[in-house]
């Protein structure tokens, strides 16, 4: 079986580097944020281009956590995405606010930018933008609505770690950006974790007391907080990993050629990468009528694919009491035909070979 993702792989590869680096940890006798987390934010967040990082347990909680700082809460409005994983709505929901979506541009599956505006009301308070699949969202236009409109913008760069936006990579952009670090990720733990980065010192005071019991000081407490402490094992993981992901984001990024040049003339709908974009395909999702008949025939020659997403978030149960006011016909339509194919560093060329011949027995 051709794998969707092969953490194995990536593991022996820097085997060495993560034992090192874990038996470090071990051997400190401390595990919860301690130096290699303080590494961690100062490295990750110097690599992304902010001046400030604070670590938390899971992108989920970054987002939530980012939210709160800002003080989005009852009554509020945030402008985002359905077509985007559940976490970047439930944060907004979690926090009392009411998600307001926007349609996605059907070429990059990001929000639809010429749909913003019209969605802006007095009770509008941030704009939440996905970096999906590792393209930017177009941030030129977001920045500039929301200045005009005295709104706050929270990246959720989940899926983007390395992706530029016009030379700068996404996360530093907006007031704050929020990164996962689920295993699978381009830059994964081997757990959850996740990363807040901003340049504002007075939300990395409030986000540093957030995560931790809305304490600073221990049994002091300012206010309500939670438990979201990224701990020092899966910080010293990532600070080890953080020193190969641009070659691995490269590696992405000459595979992803490759697929575009295999299926060029074929009938499915492969993936844009924008005159403004560093695109770091953390997923390769194209496109084809007969979806589902296509992903029977791949997994019946021994490739794995999967869906990311079927259902909206507007459409799923749990949301089923959310006042959806405007039509989202690009979000309802590319769920129904949108298919990821495997993406890994570590994917050799004669198995792309295999799968983009599976795909034109299937389809042509």
């Known amino acids: 079986m051709i794998p969707l993702v092969d953490?194995?792989?990536?593991?022996?590869?820097?085997?060495?580097?993560?034992?090192?680096?874990?038996?470090?940890?071990?051997?400190?006798?401390?595990?919860?944020?301690?130096?290699?987390?303080?590494?961690?934010?100062?490295?990750?967040?110097?690599?992304?281009?902010?001046k400030h990082g604070i670590g938390v347990n899971s992108g989920s909680d970054a987002l939530l956590l980012a939210l709160q700082a800002l003080g989005i809460g009852h009554g509020d409005e945030v402008i985002s995405v359905s077509?985007?994983?559940?976490?970047?709505?439930?944060?907004i929901v979690r926090n009392r606010a009411s998600p307001i979506f926007v349609d996605i541009d059907p070429v990059t599956y990001c929000i639809d930018?010429?749909?913003?505006?019209?969605?802006?009301?007095?009770?509008?308070k941030a704009i939440l933008p996905v970096h999906l699949y590792g393209h930017p969202a177009d941030m030129d236009p977001i920045m500039e609505?929301?200045?005009?409109y005295k709104l706050y913008v929270i990246e959720d760069a989940c899926q983007a770690?390395?992706?530029?936006?016009?030379?700068?990579?996404?996360?530093?952009?907006?007031?704050?950006?929020?990164?996962?670090?689920?295993?699978?990720?381009?830059?994964?733990?081997?757990?959850?974790?996740g990363m807040i980065v901003t340049n504002?010192?007075?939300?990395?005071?409030?986000?540093?007391?957030?995560?931790?019991?809305?304490?600073?000081?221990?049994?002091?407490?300012?206010?309500?907080?939670?438990?979201?402490?990224?701990?020092?094992?899966?910080a010293t993981t990532l600070r080890v990993k953080l020193k190969h992901l641009d070659r691995w984001n490269d590696k992405r990024r000459e595979l992803a050629q490759l697929y575009a040049r295999l299926l060029n003339d074929s009938k499915v709908i492969i993936p844009v990468e924008k005159d403004y974009a560093k695109h770091v395909y953390h997923l390769y999702v194209i496109r084809a009528q007969g979806r589902d008949r296509l992903q029977q025939h791949l997994l019946?020659?021994?490739?794995?694919?999967?869906?990311?997403?079927?259902?909206?978030?507007?459409?799923q149960k749990a949301y089923s009491g959310l006042t959806v006011s405007s039509s989202l016909p690009a979000t309802e339509m590319i769920c129904r035909e949108i298919l990821s194919l495997p993406m890994n560093p570590f994917l050799r060329e004669?198995?792309?070979?295999?799968?983009?011949?599976?795909?034109?027995?299937a389809i042509g």
């Not at 770690?161 to 689920?182: D, R």
């Not at 020659?301 to 978030?313: D, R």
């Not at 004669?350 to 027995?361: H, K, L, Q």
């Open 7 to 50: 953490l194995k792989k990536e593991y022996e590869e820097i085997r060495e580097e993560i034992t090192h680096a874990i038996e470090r940890v071990v051997r400190s006798g401390w595990y919860i944020l301690g130096q290699e987390v303080e590494q961690l934010e100062s490295e990750f967040s110097a690599y992304v281009g902010a």
């Open 83 to 91: 077509h985007t994983f559940i976490s970047t709505v439930d944060a």
């Open 113 to 124: 930018v010429a749909k913003i505006e019209a969605r802006i009301t007095k009770r509008t």
């Open 145 to 148: 609505i929301a200045k005009r």
């Open 161 to 193: 770690h390395g992706a530029e936006y016009k030379g700068q990579k996404v996360g530093s952009i907006g007031h704050l950006g929020c990164f996962s670090f689920y295993p699978a990720k381009n830059l994964g733990a081997y757990g959850d974790a």
């Open 200 to 234: 504002d010192e007075e939300l990395v005071h409030k986000l540093k007391m957030l995560r931790n019991y809305g304490q600073l000081q221990k049994y002091y407490h300012d206010f309500i907080g939670v438990n979201s402490r990224l701990d020092e094992i899966q």
């Open 300 to 315: 019946q020659n021994e490739v794995q694919t999967q869906i990311h997403y079927p259902i909206p978030v507007h459409r």
């Open 350 to 361: 004669d198995e792309a070979f295999t799968i983009v011949e599976s795909i034109r027995n």
